[in-house]
């Protein structure tokens, strides 16, 4: 019987390390994403994701320039980070579902979605 639980605890732990690994893999890479403001205004824009050291990186770009993201995590299939536009955060909060993403964004006193479609290598 101990030898069935100890089997199936370890089980448990193989399978679940292998899935967390998988749903990091799946994020990093480059998305085109587009950003809805409250306005009913679309920017397009790209976020590329980055594994260094063992911790989620990236820039999040337009054609106005390249910011680097900040406080990246990945927990429970949710991508969060903080991009900072001058000098004011915000924050992004993403489900990431496959080649998807959807989201919102919060900063300066406002809210929008965000969808992405990751590229294609």
Same mark, same amino acid.
């Given at each position: 019987?101990?030898?069935? @639980?100890?089997? #199936?605890?370890?089980?448990?732990?193989? @399978? %679940?390390?292998?899935? @967390?690994?998988?749903?990091?893999?799946?994020?990093?890479?480059?998305?085109?994403?587009? $950003? $809805? %403001?409250?306005?009913?205004?679309?920017?397009? #824009? %790209?976020?590329?994701?980055?594994?260094?050291?063992?911790?989620?990186?990236?820039?999040?770009?337009?054609?106005?320039?390249?910011?680097?993201?900040?406080?990246?995590?990945?927990?429970?299939?949710?991508?969060?980070?903080?991009?900072?536009?001058?000098?004011?955060?915000?924050?992004?909060?993403?489900?990431?579902?496959?080649?998807?993403?959807?989201? %919102?964004?919060?900063?300066?006193?406002?809210?929008?979605?965000?969808?992405? $479609?990751?590229?294609?290598?």
């Amino acid at each position: 019987m101990n030898r069935r @639980l100890i089997f #199936w605890a370890i089980a448990s732990i193989v @399978l %679940t390390a292998g899935w @967390l690994l998988a749903a990091e893999q799946q994020i990093i890479g480059s998305w085109d994403c587009t $950003t $809805t %403001t409250p306005m009913g205004t679309d920017m397009k #824009w %790209t976020l590329t994701v980055k594994e260094e050291n063992g911790k989620l990186t990236g820039i999040a770009g337009s054609d106005e320039g390249e910011m680097p993201i900040s406080d990246a995590k990945l927990e429970g299939g949710e991508f969060t980070f903080k991009v900072y536009v001058n000098s004011e955060p915000y924050a992004v909060k993403l489900k990431v579902n496959g080649s998807q993403l959807q989201g %919102t964004w919060s900063g300066g006193g406002e809210t929008g979605v965000i969808k992405g $479609t990751k590229r294609k290598i």
